[in-house]
């Protein structure tokens, strides 16, 4: 017996546990690919795949909705794939393991992938039904949506001809998506022109940990602490203090995280180390204050160690190194004022590390609006530029755009008054700061009408990922609702 053999929506779920025996870890899609293909064939549906594995496909209207307007649906076959701690599991064999827990869908010992099997579920229901009035549907599912929305980037466009779209790549249900925010990412590499650490000197270790750290996206507004761009601070003021080289930095998980970590090594002749341990902690202990309500658990330590670093960073680098950390943008630069409470734009210093002969800080910025996400990237290449050599900027990754907001969208009409049909009561709409794929669609099809409805998923990203059945239960009547109302 299926797992989910008794879990409503039937149809939906009968095709989440068939994606979810196939492997679908982002770059290794094809096993997903190939089975929603024979499913396009046995059924006699148009497809076209392209050679990421990429799949668009095509079903027409039903009888009486032949001529209304063709509607795109979109979401993604890939999945992000975690262990737990101590779990063995080979997804490329065993694909997710589904247990039902509650009104709750898991995985055993993995993540599940309802990120965003479930949105290719509901496609995959829709194209297989004979009872749902809709119009002609459009359906891409994109591949490796999760290492940087490449599918999206790539996915031939030409193949569409609708003007209408619904994306399902969003995570809860009393939403309706109505924009949504892109991003980039910008690298700076900072020479740092080693040489032998000085003889006779102390090692002195800055720690900062502790802080609450984040979503580069959701959490930017809190005004949490940078542990990044604190330990530059905390640099600028040592090196102020004394004679003091760099022998390492490092900072951060990853460029879309807030660090709530970040360490030095410092070196310093032994008759400077008071003084400058007296600065550093002076500081922080003003900096702690500026963050007490934000970031109540900051702690920052300076103490001296056993290390015995070889070398450090020549003095000029050193000093371009604390002056770029110090003059990069970091937080909110504008407020959303079209969507009160939104914010606009943003960008967070997340990685820093040494790494060969230059430490790398990587940055994400994300807005709604692409010219002030590019105003940030191109001040971050003037400041490598006036910073001169040993200091170069770049672009890392893509250059996603933004679905922006539109107060007029018919689809958002329309889906406004199915959910109130069917939930009875109004959705909430949103328009999130996250960047996502269809932000590719919107800024590459002329005149498209777009919205995001979700499902409540939970823990994403993570062992501990659980879709909540029982709204899916809930999704798919306001998706048939939403189906037949497309003809207006
Ligand atoms: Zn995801």
Not at 155 to 173: A, H, P, Q, S, Y
Not at 305 to 310: G, H, L, N, T, V
Not at 369 to 377: E, F, Q
């Amino acid at each position: 017996m299926r797992v989910l053999e008794t879990i409503e929506p039937k149809e939906v779920m009968f095709f989440f546990e068939e994606l979810s025996a196939r492997h679908r870890c982002s770059q290794h899609e094809k096993d997903a690919t190939d089975y929603i293909a024979a499913f396009a064939e046995t059924r006699g549906l148009e497809y076209h795949r392209d050679q990421l594995d990429n799949i668009i496909v095509k079903k027409p209207g039903t009888p009486g909705y032949e001529a209304a307007p063709t509607v795109i649906l979109h979401g993604h076959i890939d999945m992000v794939c975690k262990l737990d701690e101590g779990v063995t599991h080979d997804f490329a064999t065993q694909g997710v393991t589904l247990k039902v827990d509650g009104d709750r869908i898991r995985a055993e010992g993995t993540t599940l992938g309802a990120d965003n099997g479930l949105g290719i579920s509901y496609m995959l229901a829709l194209l297989d039904s004979d009872d749902i009035p809709h119009p002609p549907l459009e359906c891409v599912m994109t591949v490796m949506e999760e290492m940087g929305k490449v599918g999206g980037d790539n996915v031939d466009l030409t193949k569409l001809t609708g003007k209408r779209m619904i994306d399902f790549n969003w995570i809860e249900e009393k939403q309706l998506l109505a924009g949504c925010s892109g991003d980039v990412s910008c690298r700076i590499d900072v020479d740092t022109e080693w040489q032998a650490a000085p003889a006779g000197h102390l090692a002195l270790i800055v720690d900062i940990r502790g802080l609450l750290g984040g979503h580069c996206e959701f959490d930017i507004h809190l005004e949490r602490g940078n542990a990044i761009a604190i330990l530059g601070r905390l640099l600028r003021a040592a090196m102020k203090a004394g004679n003091v080289a760099v022998a390492r930095v490092s900072g951060g998980v990853q460029n879309n995280v807030i660090p709530a970590e970040a360490q030095a090594t410092l070196l310093v002749a032994e008759t400077e180390a008071a003084t400058v341990t007296k600065a550093v902690e002076a500081l922080a202990g003003d900096i702690k204050a500026e963050f007490r309500r934000a970031d109540p658990g900051m702690r920052i330590e300076i103490s001296r160690s056993d290390a015995r670093p070889e070398r450090v960073m020549s003095e000029a680098a050193a000093k371009r190194l604390v002056q770029v950390i110090a003059l990069l943008p970091n937080g909110i630069t504008n407020q959303n004022l079209e969507v009160p409470g939104n914010w606009e734009t943003s960008n967070n210093i997340g990685l820093m590390i040494t790494a060969g002969d230059r430490v790398e800080i990587t940055s994400t910025i994300t807005s709604a609006v692409t010219s002030r996400k590019h105003l940030l990237l191109d001040q971050m290449m003037q400041l490598a530029d006036l910073a001169g050599e040993g200091v170069r900027a770049k672009q890392i990754g893509l250059d996603a755009p933004e679905f922006p907001w539109n107060p007029n969208s018919r689809m958002l009409e329309i889906a406004r008054q199915s959910y109130e049909r069917v939930m009875g009561c109004k959705p909430d709409v949103l328009v999130s700061v996250c960047s996502l794929e269809l932000g590719m669609f919107t800024q590459r099809i002329d005149g498209l009408d777009t919205i995001g409805i979700g499902t409540n998923l939970f823990d994403l990203h993570s062992p501990k990922e659980s879709m909540d059945h029982t709204s899916a239960a809930r999704v798919w009547p306001l998706i048939k609702d939403v189906m037949r109302s497309l003809n207006q």
